[in-house]
C-alpha cells in the first residue's frame, strides 16, 4: 500500500530487502510497545504476519518483539512524523517517517525535497483520504465480497485481477473490520491506516519516470517508513 508507484521490474537486491526488513522491524517495535504476546496485540499479530510473507529471519524478528516491548536494550524512542509536498510536475506526495532524530529528518526531508517542493501541515494532505486499508483474500469461490464488506463494516473495497481485496474502513473501525472479515471467508494479510489519493494524476513515460526517480530516493532514506503519492497506475 503506498508504493503503486514502484517501479515493476526493480530488481529484488539484497540491499532493497535490508531496507525492507529494517521498515518492517520499525513497525514490529512500535506494535510490541503495546505487549510482547501477538495473540492479545493484533497490530503486532499483523506486523509479524508481513515481516513473515517478506522472508525475515526468524532472530531479526524475535529481536525487533523483544526490543519493542522493552525488554532488550532499553525503551524505543521511535516517533512518528508526516510530511507533506510535491514531487516534480506537482505531484501530491506524503512521508511517514518513524524516527528517533526528528532533527536528522527534517534535514533529510529539506534535501530530499530539492528537486520538488516541501509543504507545511495540510498542504496536501486535504487531496487524500485518511482511511484504514485491509487487505485480504478469498478462502473459497462462495466468499461474496459485497456482504463480507456490508456485514464487517467496511466502506468500500477494490478488488484485484489475482483474487486479492482491499476493504476500506473509517480509521477507527480498522481493527472492527479486520477481525470480522474472516467470519464471512475472507483471510486478512495486512491491516493499516493509509493516505488514499482522491484525484491521482496521469503523466506521460518521461515525466513518471522522473517522479519515480524522486519517489525512490525517499523511499531509501532509513527514517521513512511509507509514501503515499496523488499518481495514477
Given at each position: 500500500?503506498?508504493?503503486?508507484?514502484?517501479?515493476?521490474?526493480?530488481?529484488?537486491t539484497?540491499?532493497?530487502?535490508?531496507?525492507?526488513?529494517t521498515k518492517?522491524?520499525?513497525?514490529?517495535?512500535?506494535?510490541?510497545?503495546?505487549?510482547a504476546d501477538?495473540?492479545?496485540?493484533?497490530?503486532?499479530?499483523l506486523?509479524?504476519?508481513?515481516?513473515?510473507k517478506?522472508?525475515?529471519?526468524?532472530?531479526?524478528?524475535?529481536?525487533?518483539i523483544?526490543k519493542?516491548?522493552?525488554?532488550?536494550?532499553?525503551?524505543?524512542?521511535?516517533?512518528?512524523?508526516?510530511?507533506?509536498?510535491?514531487?516534480?510536475?506537482?505531484?501530491?506526495?506524503?512521508?511517514?517517517?518513524?524516527?528517533?532524530?526528528?532533527?536528522?529528518?527534517?534535514?533529510?526531508?529539506?534535501?530530499?525535497?530539492?528537486?520538488?517542493?516541501?509543504?507545511?501541515s495540510?498542504?496536501?494532505?486535504?487531496?487524500?483520504?485518511?482511511?484504514?486499508?485491509?487487505?485480504?483474500?478469498?478462502?473459497?469461490?462462495?466468499?461474496?465480497?459485497?456482504?463480507?464488506?456490508?456485514?464487517?463494516?467496511?466502506?468500500?473495497?477494490e478488488?484485484?485481477?489475482?483474487?486479492?481485496?482491499i476493504?476500506?474502513?473509517?480509521?477507527?473501525?480498522?481493527?472492527?473490520?479486520?477481525?470480522?472479515?474472516?467470519?464471512?471467508?475472507?483471510?486478512?494479510?495486512s491491516?493499516?491506516?493509509?493516505?488514499?489519493?482522491?484525484?491521482?494524476?496521469?503523466?506521460?513515460?518521461?515525466?513518471?519516470?522522473?517522479?519515480?526517480?524522486?519517489?525512490?530516493?525517499?523511499?531509501?532514506?532509513?527514517?521513512v517508513?511509507?509514501?503515499?503519492?496523488?499518481?495514477?497506475g
Amino acid at each position: 500500500m503506498g508504493a503503486q508507484w514502484k517501479a515493476k521490474h526493480k530488481q529484488d537486491t539484497a540491499a532493497a530487502k535490508g531496507r525492507i526488513f529494517t521498515k518492517l522491524a520499525k513497525e514490529i517495535m512500535m506494535a510490541a510497545k503495546n505487549g510482547a504476546d501477538p495473540s492479545m496485540n493484533s497490530k503486532l499479530r499483523l506486523a509479524i504476519e508481513t515481516a513473515r510473507k517478506a522472508s525475515m529471519p526468524k532472530d531479526t524478528l524475535e529481536r525487533a518483539i523483544k526490543k519493542g516491548a522493552g525488554l532488550l536494550d532499553g525503551p524505543v524512542n521511535y516517533e512518528h512524523v508526516v510530511y507533506e509536498g510535491f514531487a516534480p510536475h506537482q505531484v501530491p506526495v506524503i512521508v511517514e517517517c518513524l524516527t528517533d532524530n526528528k532533527n536528522r529528518s527534517a534535514q533529510s526531508m529539506r534535501i530530499l525535497f530539492r528537486k520538488g517542493q516541501l509543504g507545511n501541515s495540510g498542504s496536501v494532505s486535504w487531496d487524500f483520504d485518511y482511511l484504514g486499508a485491509i487487505e485480504a483474500t478469498a478462502d473459497n469461490k462462495d466468499a461474496d465480497v459485497e456482504v463480507a464488506a456490508i456485514e464487517a463494516g467496511a466502506q468500500d473495497f477494490e478488488q484485484d485481477d489475482e483474487g486479492g481485496v482491499i476493504f476500506y474502513t473509517e480509521p477507527t473501525d480498522l481493527d472492527l473490520v479486520q477481525k470480522a472479515l474472516p467470519e464471512f471467508g475472507f483471510s486478512v494479510s495486512s491491516a493499516k491506516l493509509i493516505y488514499k489519493p482522491k484525484n491521482p494524476m496521469s503523466l506521460d513515460d518521461a515525466a513518471r519516470a522522473e517522479v519515480e526517480a524522486f519517489l525512490e530516493a525517499i523511499d531509501n532514506d532509513d527514517d521513512v517508513q511509507t509514501v503515499y503519492v496523488g499518481l495514477g497506475g
